[in-house]
């Protein structure tokens, strides 16, 4: 998410508001009160209804009484109570999930109801164009942070498909365990497409043609 977000107060004027997303060019802007707590939300839309007046002399030509009616003066006035936001913790596919079904651009981001960022669909698509690097380093600190094993790990990235394989120590779990703990953890990882977690380098895989306890002392051959 973006951080660093512009907003307005309630009783901001709305011309004020219309100057700033024309300016920075922002589709919409968060408001919120004394507290940072978000209250709604002003819109393009918002700002253009009823807010260029009607030329008079095409009405009067046409027999109509254009009337007049002065716009909305301040952001409270035209802004959108009922907001569509998510929390800080959210799990960026479910806020994918909503900008395609909802067809939102952005939404606000809160913590207990504090605006503390906002999120849109380009912040989402960067995570898809993420560097294979960027992506192995993000995996590999969830490895070693969920094992508690450091330089323990071989993590390779291509492409965005990414192989985890355990060098040395032993898991604190059952390998099966720990293979589907560590493939759901490395999927959490932005840009990362598929996830695939080998035997540990130093167990030994028998050959197809070879008993499974060859080579296990007290075992026959």
């Known amino acids: 998410m973006t951080r660093d977000v512009v907003t307005v107060g309630p009783h901001t004027a709305a011309r004020y508001a219309a100057e700033v997303m024309a300016a920075r060019g922002f589709a919409a802007l968060p408001v919120v009160d004394d507290d940072d707590r978000l209250v709604g939300i002003v819109a393009e839309a918002d700002l253009l209804r009823d807010r260029i007046p009607a030329d008079p002399r095409l009405h009067l030509r046409r027999g109509g009484d254009p009337g007049v009616e002065l716009p909305p003066v301040l952001v409270h006035d035209v802004m959108t109570r009922e907001v569509r936001a998510v929390d800080v913790t959210a799990d960026a596919a479910e806020v994918a999930h909503i900008f395609v079904e909802a067809g939102l651009r952005s939404m606000p981001v809160t913590d207990g109801g504090r605006l503390v960022g906002i999120v849109s669909r380009r912040d989402l698509l960067q995570l898809l164009v993420r560097s294979d690097d960027d992506v192995r380093r993000d995996v590999l600190r969830l490895v070693e942070e ?6 323990a790990w071989e993590v390779s990235v291509d492409d965005g498909r990414a192989t985890i394989r355990r060098l040395r120590g ?4 059952s390998v099966s365990t720990e293979e589907r703990a560590l493939g759901a953890l490395a999927r959490t990882v ?3 497409e598929r996830v695939r ?3 540990p380098a130093h167990q030994r895989t028998p050959r ?3 008993p499974a306890t060859a080579g296990v002392p007290g075992s026959r051959p």
């Open 190 to 192: 932005g840009g990362v």
């Open 170 to 173: 032993a898991p604190q779990v």
């Open 208 to 210: 197809p043609d070879q």
């Open 197 to 199: 977690v080998l035997p």
């Open 146 to 151: 969920y094992t508690g094993d450091l330089d």
